[in-house]
């Protein structure tokens, strides 16, 4: 009889490539790894793992038995949650991550209804918006992700993946309350922010991928980045004292003393909440539990604030 702990250790190896990665996310000592897949072995008769240098690499029977760990470990999730379910309890641990205003305005609000309906089920939350969470989603390190997608700028499709938009809302420009393109209160042009500074999200998050993609494709300039900040508070508080930035409306920017949100002139950048789960993982009671308690928050929040589009939207002009 294969032991599921085992195919574990054997897949993390054949996905993270090394022993200590696998010791690292699965919270074991390198020597416990290598002892289990030693164990594991001598259960199938068969070498597994040979080395090369110093790594342990997979051999052909390694990657075969790796290969339907994957589909064993899921089947063997899958049947633990949907017994428990046929007892009328949905329990388990889901993780989930996303970004800021996703968390804020959407999964926070659904946490006390999942509460109430299944006591049984713990929703791990973790702030992260960064794009190497889709990997970790791949890997099932966690079971939801939700990201910030725009309309200027596209994120790939992924084949092991399914993605639903949730809720698309536009982006504006917030600007100090005396800046002199806030006076009118009409759209501002990007172009006449060529020399302004900036404040956006740290490198490599789809907020400032955005920032200078639409700035160079719609104006024709780099913007000039001063400020960084993955905190909103932060962002608020540069714009502040002199700085510009793309604000999404559930930011609630115009609420902040000394700040005010004009329209793009130019063009109609939108972003999208997106709700992303591994291919058929929405099988899981409790994902699928989380999935459709953060749907009904969305349809809540779009009722509140008619200027949120529920799902996709529609295509954004570029100008």
Request: glycine residues 6%.
């Amino acid at each position: 009889m294969l032991d599921l702990a085992r195919l574990r250790i054997l897949r993390e190896l054949k996905q993270r490539g090394t022993v200590g990665a696998v010791a690292d996310a699965l919270g074991y000592s390198p020597s416990a790894v290598s002892q289990q897949l030693a164990q594991l072995q001598k259960d199938v008769r068969v070498p597994l793992v040979e080395k090369v240098g110093r790594r342990l690499r997979l051999t052909a029977a390694g990657e075969i038995l790796a290969q339907h760990a994957e589909s064993l470990l899921a089947q063997a999730q899958r049947a633990e949650e949907a017994t428990v379910a046929a007892g009328g309890r949905v329990a388990g641990t889901v993780k989930v991550v996303g970004f800021q205003t996703a968390l804020l305005h959407v999964l926070a609000p659904a946490l006390p209804a999942l509460k109430a309906d299944y006591p049984d089920l713990c929703v791990d939350v973790l702030d992260e918006e960064l794009s190497r969470v889709l990997q970790s989603l791949i890997l099932q390190d966690i079971d939801i992700v939700l990201t910030d997608e725009y309309s200027h700028l596209p994120r790939p499709i992924r084949s092991e993946l399914t993605a639903e938009a949730l809720i698309t809302e536009h982006m504006r420009i917030a600007l100090p309350e005396k800046h002199p393109l806030a006076v009118s209160g009409a759209p501002v042009r990007l172009a006449d922010l060529s020399t302004a500074a900036w404040a956006t999200g740290h490198v490599g998050t789809n907020h400032s991928d955005l920032l200078e993609r639409t700035c160079v494709d719609v104006a024709g300039f780099r913007p000039d980045i001063r400020h960084r900040s993955n905190d909103i508070l932060l962002i608020f508080a540069m714009i502040t004292h002199g700085a510009v930035a793309f604000v999404p409306d559930l930011a609630l920017a115009e609420r902040e003393p000394g700040i005010v949100v004009r329209e793009i002139a130019e063009a109609d950048v939108l972003r999208r909440m997106v709700m992303w789960t591994r291919a058929g993982t929405g099988l899981r009671p409790s994902v699928r539990a989380v999935m459709e308690a953060l749907r009904h928050s969305a349809d809540t929040l779009v009722e509140a604030r008619p200027s949120l589009i529920r799902g996709q939207g529609r295509q954004a002009d570029h100008g």
